[in-house]
């Protein structure tokens, strides 16, 4: 894994052994319903149980994405495939890029640092030895979406990118009363992306509205460029930045945004910092697969699984999710790791968007929304059945070979939860095909 390095913090793992496949209680107070699901014509009746008995519901906390939009609609296989501006993948059009930008200025470089100086009123929820890690690097990034969007070619652009600063940008603090550099938040200083051929400006605001990062870049300048440098035979092109974002005056930050139909997509690392936990309520203890854990949704929605007949199907201990569990706390991840898998999971899902798939609202899946960072790590790292029989229409690709990529990817990083999960669904696969072999 080439963003590892001397070992870093430990992360403490969670304890609880009861898990659960349902939506939490406050799933029916928000009013929402698990979605039916109609499989296509080529999944067998044995598909269909089995993903009743795998796939675990949306978890559905208070202030998640389906909590405060309980009837976002649905999208089925039929409806993907029906999708007019869905765009296909074809031999000559039939690559993901991946680019990273070089930070040339050191003003800009130091952007990218957060502020840590203000200490935590109350003892830490995540426990660590040291907060020391290392950010995601791009190599990895392409080795998961190699395995994820399997067997399509992941590469690195071919365009260099570098970032620098924007010359004969005017101080804000010497701007004129009723200028433009005038508000809450300054519109400058500026960066820019330089490539071979041009230099393009990056709009700015500082401080961000948190005050965790010196400045934010605008994400909209940045889809600008990904769709600009978007070489003749991609299929998409994902734009990895390190720097904090905003898309429009009214956010905080922004980690991610994809324009499907343009086939580009940009994400930032910069909030998946675990040393950034605490400061926006991240409980990392809590993570995926561990977040599926009853005391823990207990103590969220303040109802007790044991009783509470919305939340009351106990997972047995041979469940693909026992078994991801056991794996992670046998194998807890490193800080490093658990930003590297973080910043994977957004550009996997921010992808997804460029291959036409829509927020999920069927099962916990990787293409879920999301309304927090807290709910972001809550949510799993696979896609579900509905989900993923759209990317294996698109690619081509067979569940089985993905899977195994999968399998080999997070044996390589000590991705133990990833790794326990894509065992045990693969275990389910042989069981049922050699099932369907005698029953034919």
């Known amino acids: 894994m080439s963003s590892g390095g001397h070992e870093e913090g430990i992360v403490e793992g969670c304890g609880h052994d009861n898990l659960t496949c ?9 009013s929402y319903k698990q979605s039916t699901h109609r499989p296509t014509a080529t999944k067998r009746k044995r598909d269909r149980d089995d993903t009743k008995i795998l796939y675990p519901a949306p978890l559905v906390l208070p202030r998640d994405e389906l909590a405060l939009d309980p009837r976002y609609p649905p999208q089925s296989v039929r ?6 501006d869905r765009n296909v993948v074809t031999p000559p059009r039939n690559v993901i890029y991946v680019a990273a930008v070089d930070e040339d200025a050191e003003i800009v470089s130091s952007w990218t640092h957060p502020n840590l100086s203000r200490q935590q009123k109350q003892p830490s929820r995540n426990k660590t030895f040291t907060l020391s890690s290392f950010p995601p690097a791009i190599e990895d990034i392409i080795s998961y979406l190699s395995a994820f969007y399997h067997p399509l070619p992941v590469n690195s652009c071919p365009i260099p990118l570098t970032f620098t600063s924007w010359e004969d940008t005017p101080d804000p603090r010497k701007a004129k009363p009723g200028s433009r550099c005038q508000g809450k938040h300054t519109a400058l200083p500026s960066g820019a992306i330089r490539t071979d051929a041009s230099k393009t400006k990056i709009r700015a605001r500082s ?10 870049l605008d994400l909209n300048d940045l889809i600008d ?3 600009d440098i978007l070489p003749s035979n991609a299929y998409a092109l994902l734009l990895l930045v390190s720097h904090d974002l905003y898309e429009d005056d009214e956010d905080i930050f922004a980690c991610g945004r994809a324009y499907g139909g343009s086939r580009a997509a940009v994400i930032s690392t910069a909030r998946y910092n675990p040393a950034l936990d605490d400061k926006q309520s991240v409980d990392r203890i809590h993570a995926w697969p561990a977040s599926h854990c009853t005391d823990y949704i207990s103590k969220t929605t303040c109802k007790n699984e044991s009783t509470d007949p919305n939340c009351k199907t106990l997972l047995p201990k041979s469940h693909p999710l026992h078994l991801a569990l056991s794996c992670h706390l046998d194998r807890i991840p490193s800080l490093s790791l658990v930003w590297l898998i973080r910043a994977a999971l957004t550009s996997a899902h921010e992808l997804g968007h460029c291959f036409g798939l829509d927020h999920c609202v069927y099962y916990a899946c990787c293409m879920q929304g999301s309304a927090s960072l807290a709910e972001d790590i809550r949510q799993p790292p696979y896609l579900c059945p509905v989900c993923e029989e759209k990317v294996l229409l ?5 569940k089985e070979g993905r899977m195994r990529r999968l399998v080999d990817v997070a044996g390589k990083w000590g991705w133990g939860g990833l790794e326990g999960w894509c065992r045990r669904i693969l ?14």
């Open 225 to 227: 460029i990904a769709i």
């Open 394 to 398: 698109a690619t081509g690709a067979d």
């Open 427 to 440: 275990e389910a696969e042989e069981r049922g095909n050699s099932e369907g072999g005698r029953e034919g």
């Open 207 to 216: 401080p961000s509205p948190d005050g965790l990062f010196p400045i934010q």
């Open 79 to 84: 409806a993907w495939q029906r999708e007019k």
């Open 22 to 30: 349902t939506s939490s209680p406050h799933a029916a107070e928000a």
